[in-house]
């Protein structure tokens, strides 16, 4: 699976974002996609995830409520609208595939990260 994200940019706090991200590859449609965010001087971390099918997605605290994972009848292009944008929200978003949106830590297929920078 290939992964090709896009939509980053420079917003100010209180602002939005969509993020996009188009899978290829054979079987994309059956993988499940996420998104993680790894900020300057931090870790990477889990942001969203949504099932292969649509139907059931997860979200970390600190976004919940604020964030929205989608994908398209397709089933290879996954989005994530940022609403309510803080600066803490600034970092690197890398989407990813998997098997199972629910194991955070078993995503095998990573794209290139695209920049996010909320201004205060």
């Known amino acids: 699976v290939q992964l090709q994200a896009s939509g980053g940019g420079l917003v100010q706090s209180g602002g939005y974002l969509r993020l996009s991200c188009v899978a290829s590859g054979r079987t994309a449609s059956r993988y499940a996609l996420g998104w993680f965010r790894q900020a300057p001087g931090k870790e990477r971390e889990f942001v969203a995830s949504?099932?292969?099918?649509?139907?059931?997605?997860l979200y970390a605290d600190a976004v919940k409520g604020r964030f929205t994972i989608s994908r398209d009848s397709a089933k290879t292009t996954v989005y994530l609208q940022m609403n309510s944008l803080k600066p803490e929200d600034t970092a690197v978003y890398y989407c990813?595939?998997?098997?199972?949106?629910?194991?955070?830590?078993?995503?095998?297929?990573w794209g290139q990260g695209t920049e996010v920078t909320v201004s205060s």
């Open positions: 990813a595939a998997a098997q199972s949106y629910s194991h955070i830590n078993e995503y095998d297929f």
């Open positions: 949504i099932s292969w099918s649509g139907f059931s997605t």
